[in-house]
């Protein structure tokens, strides 16, 4: 699931590295992504550190962004000291380090042991671990039994190792392999090798430990989903196109973006991918500010088959795998429509040398619909407005699944997350060639042997809140029926109740659909600016979402926190930024979210960050075979009380 063919994709990033800054450059904005040339200066800066162990590597170079009070006192043209953080793996040790880098000076200015850490899953080691496997001898026996002896024609997929360990193993950093019958084939993930797994100590480079449950037949069905494979194609597709004959209604300079009022920063963290910065409104004479910094946090996909070989496969796909990173370059006209502006983005690779990915992330304008009518029966006049949306976006691929994470900017103040999930389901090899009608099992047959086990996919963002600046409230907006009485005597009256969210423990909520549940959060200093009285607020309104189902009891749960609940609002504390924690990968139960909200903080008038999860629950259908069409999960932020009437009333006709 997670191999990436990373050789190859290396060598075309690294021939793309971005050419050196001359010293006459402006500054960057403070919450410019590093250079190549800055990621460059991190990587020498920390290499010649006398405590950096020899043959270390490089999981992530990033941006260490300035602190929130930094950034709200900064003014343009004022400098603030460019900081890059540094992870440190010495493999041979196991060990994990932190480091931060001023560049202005060229100097490692902390350096830091990370007790008990295990760092994102390197893109090298997507290389080594097929080379580990293939070269044991117990791994070709297992092949041998299957009646393949050719490796070549063996795929061997790199997976995090979860929380299962091998006894005497629990602290190494160890990796999983499973297979997958390639033999020349573009798409291997419908031919599974089933029961055979092999974890791999990656300080020693070697298996040590191999799991094999007994042959299954492999698939001879074909998963191939290309133009020459899949023939004759629909001949009645003509031509749809959106022009914009005077360009896009949007200015971009560097990384900042305005559109119809909307004003935003963004960024591409190899980690979390695509981040916002300094979301505003602009009203009047006034910028306005909604959102300091929003991003995924984190990802889990947990698979519902209790198998030996399955039940460890929870991946969490930001924090184990790195989102930003993963990010596949956006092909003009397909994955973004005709004139969207593209953006390459500079990341380091494990050995701390920069390369570009080109076309990482994308932007552009749509057709939104209608954004407001009203026809005049009576006087046959009609008043309609077509609305425009302004999408930001990136892919990120991550083995098998690909996922589309887009944030949509409103003409009406509105802004919306969504994901778009594609790629291939992940299969498993069964002996079944046929459905059972009355099917009752952990998956669904999508093909003559292979079979798609049920699973599940969330999402958490984290949304840096600060609408209208620091100091908000957040309440709990539940819509009942009136009881009947004298005040309601035919039963008609519909109440709203804001209840608030006082604490750190009382703001972990869920869904209720029954209650229309939705979270508000307000800024009450300025209440009395309003011209209705209302306090200044946006409304999180979820969308399609779902539970987890998987046991209280079960390490996965307890090592996603952020499972627990649709929503947590915690107070604004530096360095807390991933749901599950700072290290998930391999990780125990007890960081992220149960340590940020395990002190019960005070949330009135407050720094708040607001934590949501959404999820699907995937039942799989042979109509997803081989390949998934785009399922959309996401949320919106939508003013309420932050306007005085609506703010599309000026879009022109």
Not at 142 to 165: E, L, P
Not at 433 to 460: D, I, R, S, Y
Request: proline residues 7%.
């Amino acid at each position: 699931m997670r191999s990436l063919g990373a050789g190859a994709i290396l060598l075309c990033l690294l021939l793309g590295a971005a050419s050196a800054v001359t010293p006459a450059t402006p500054a960057p904005h403070p919450l410019s992504p590093l250079s190549a040339t800055e990621i460059a200066a991190a990587a020498r800066a920390v290499g010649g550190y006398k405590a950096f162990p020899k043959g270390a590597l490089y999981p992530m170079i990033a941006l260490r962004e300035p602190s929130k009070a930094a950034m709200q006192r900064w003014k343009p043209g004022a400098r603030l000291a460019r900081e890059a953080s540094v992870v440190v793996l010495d493999r041979a040790a196991n060990a994990t380090f932190e480091a931060v880098v001023d560049l202005g000076k060229g100097a490692v200015t902390s350096w830091r042991a990370v007790a008990g850490a295990q760092p994102l899953v390197l893109v090298e080691e997507y290389d080594a671990v097929p080379k580990i496997v293939k070269a044991d001898a117990g791994w070709q026996a297992a092949m041998k039994k299957r009646g393949i002896t050719d490796m070549d024609k063996i795929w061997v997929d790199t997976w995090a190792s979860g929380h299962f360990a091998p006894k005497g193993s629990e602290s190494a950093r160890l990796l999983r392999a499973v297979a997958y019958l390639q033999d020349g084939a573009i798409n291997f993930y419908g031919r599974p090798i089933e029961g055979v797994t092999a974890v791999v100590d990656m300080s020693q480079g070697k298996v040590v430990e191999l799991i094999d449950t007994g042959v299954i037949p492999i698939s001879k069905a074909s998963p191939q989903f290309d133009e020459k494979a899949l023939g004759p194609q629909r001949k009645d597709v003509r031509p749809l196109v959106m022009t914009q004959p005077e360009g896009p209604s949007y200015k971009v300079t560097g990384n900042a973006v305005d559109w119809q009022k909307w004003q935003f920063r963004w960024g591409m963290h190899p980690r979390e991918g695509l981040v916002l910065y300094d979301v505003r409104y602009r009203d009047g004479a006034v910028s306005r500010p909604v959102m300091y910094r929003g991003a995924l946090s984190e990802m889990v996909v947990p698979y519902g088959d209790p198998d030996t070989n399955w039940v460890w496969r929870n991946a969490f796909d930001e924090g184990e795998y790195g989102v930003g990173r993963l990010v596949s370059p956006i092909e003009p006209n397909l994955d973004a429509p005709a004139g969207a502006q593209l953006f390459d983005v500079d990341f380091s690779d494990d050995f701390g040398k920069p390369y570009v990915v080109k076309n990482a992330v994308g932007l552009y304008e749509r057709d939104g619909g209608i954004l407001w009518k009203h026809y005049d029966v009576y006087h046959d006049q009609n008043q309609t407005r077509r609305a425009r949306q302004l999408v930001v976006f990136f892919i990120a691929t991550i083995g098998n699944y690909d996922y589309a994470v887009s944030w949509i900017f409103h003409q009406d103040g509105t802004l919306e997350v969504d994901c778009a999930l594609t790629g291939i389901m992940l299969a498993k090899g069964v002996k079944d060639t046929k459905a059972h009608p009355q099917h009752v099992g952990h998956g669904h047959l999508v093909a003559p042997n292979v079979l798609a086990p049920h699973h599940q996919h969330f999402f958490n963002f984290r949304l840096d809140l600060d609408v209208d600046g620091n100091g908000n409230s957040a309440f709990e907006m539940n819509t009942r029926a009136a009881t009947p009485g004298p005040d309601n005597p035919e039963g008609n009256g519909i109440v709203m109740e804001e209840t608030a969210l006082a604490t750190e423990q009382a703001a972990q909520r869920d869904m209720d659909m029954g209650a229309a549940r939705v979270w508000h959060f307000v800024q009450p200093a300025k209440a009395k600016q309003t011209a209705l009285g209302y306090q200044p607020g946006f409304v999180l309104a979820p969308g399609g979402n779902t539970v987890p189902y998987l046991s209280k009891q079960s390490l996965v749960r307890k090592r996603a926190p952020f499972l627990e609940h649709h929503l947590f609002v915690t107070r604004y504390k530096e360095g807390e930024r991933h749901a599950a924690g700072e290290y998930p990968n391999q990780a125990r139960p007890g960081g992220g979210l149960t340590l940020y909200a395990g002190d019960d903080e005070k949330l009135v008038n407050q720094d708040l960050v607001v934590w949501y999860t959404m999820g699907i629950t995937h039942v799989p259908r042979p109509e997803e075979w081989p390949i998934m069409p785009v399922h959309h999960v996401g949320f919106r932020l939508m003013p309420a009380g932050f306007f005085t009437q609506s703010p599309a009333l000026d879009v022109p006709r």
